[in-house]
């Protein structure tokens, strides 16, 4: 089949969903299918607004020294289009184009039939941007729509659309896995930052600061560009790391901190169960898809950060818990197989494209 996956811009900074489409655009071309990853420039309905947040956008990372090459380089048999905007212009013809966000759906609405049966894929329930309307819009177009976990089909049922699914996701523990023992780590806490309120780093400050007052941890906190929060002088920020040092961080760590208000799946959380950290999460909906509460991880109510601080000391204090639900966790993920999950998808496709 010729696939086509239209993602929601330019993308120079790690980002999870991205990854995920790279994970399926590889193990795709290598079953022998024709991959065509777009990464459409403009994807703003607003040119104006659209441009002034590019060039803020372009000038902070020109000033934090983030690179303006593509983040992910994906299996040289998969094709990579950088082009103005989605329209059939740019857009290969093929069997199967996909709208990767809610960036890119209405664009692959519009788009020919020459371009192949039009999908949604779903990787969360992006009713948090400031484009709330236009988001529930797109779920309304006549696309198939695939999605990656129940809540988000139970959600889109409220709404009275339907998605196919749901999928899961996974890691590739060929990348994350335990290198030194769990028991015995130099690093208290790590965590995940993104300046997004949905992603809670105001959360992330105060829980660490509450911590840190009860008792002396350590800390790291990894953002893909220099925060714009204020962080303790005590907390070791990293910028950027590469596979393998993101790998070493999560293995000299005790904890992972998870402060999403709203996540679709949370990768970070499945990573550094992989590599042998103990969690300590926000009970959203999308971690909730494969966390238990004391049985694979400590769970507090979304924005209740005494709850969440008070479950990072009992890991801190509590070895033997903290190593079993460590060890549990990292049991858990053997249900979540790449090879499954890009089967399913791609029966989806070929089910549906021979339905039409």
Known sequence: ???TFILPGFVSTPMGGVKVVHEYANRLAHKGHDVTIVYPVITYTNPL?????????QVYDKITKVSAELYYT???RVTVLVIKKACSKYVPKGDAVIAVGWQ??????????????KFYFLQHFETYFRSKKIVLETFRLPLTKIAIAGWIINKLKELGETALGPLGNAIDQKEFFITSDIGDRPNDVIVIYHHMNVKGPKDIIAILKQLKKRQNISAVLVSSRKPVHRIPAWVKIVIRPSLEEMRTLYNSSKIFLHTSHSEGWGLPVMEAMACGCAVAAYANEGVSEFLTDKQNALLAPVKDKDAMVNNVRTLLSDNLLRQNLAADGKNK????????????????LQTQITDD
């Open 1 to 3: 089949m010729r696939i």
């Open 49 to 57: 607004i659209g441009g002034l947040r590019r060039v803020v956008k």
């Open 74 to 76: 994906p299996d040289s």
């Open 104 to 117: 890119t759906a209405a664009w692959v609405n519009r788009l020919p039939d020459c371009h192949g049966k």
């Open 333 to 348: 993920l053997c249900q979540y197989s790449w090879d499954n999950i890009v089967e399913r998808f791609l029966t989806i």
